[in-house]
Nanobody, 118 residues
Framework: QERLVESGGGLVQAGGSLRLSCAAS????????VGWYRQAPGKQRELVAD???????KYRDSVKGRFTISRDNAKNTVYLQMNSLKPEDTAVYYC????????????WGQGTQVTVSS
């Protein structure tokens, strides 16, 4: 069964750092992009960063230079290193794994809360 388990969220002061982890298991072979999304209260879910099986990465403008997405294929885990955190980064962060070939392969984790205090 497909499973994505996020960890690493928490409460941090502005300027601090957190590292989120997304451990994947049971995913179809065609899943080729893993990303981190976030959703703040009253706002739409938005893409933060994603990484392909080939290593290509994409970031939203507001996190460029502060966040880094990476993957450890041996551990089936994708990380999001978040530095210089700001209060506006506060949200529930979700891991997503999808296939760019088969649209029905689109999986989500349960989310992890990140709270940045000012």
């Amino acid at each position: 069964q497909e499973r994505l388990v996020e960890s690493g969220g928490g409460l941090v002061q502005a300027g601090g750092s957190l590292r989120l982890s997304c451990a994947a298991s049971g995913l179809p072979f065609s899943v080729n992009v893993v990303g981190w999304y976030r959703q703040a209260p009253g706002k739409q879910r938005e893409l933060v960063a994603d990484i392909s099986t080939g290593g290509s990465t994409k970031y939203r403008d507001s996190v460029k230079g502060r966040f880094t997405i990476s993957r450890d294929n041996a551990k089936n885990t994708v990380y999001l290193q978040m530095n210089s955190l700001k209060p506006e980064d506060t949200a529930v962060y979700y891991c997503n794994a999808r296939s760019t070939i088969y649209a029905q392969f689109d999986f989500w984790g349960q989310g992890t809360q990140v709270t940045v205090s000012s």
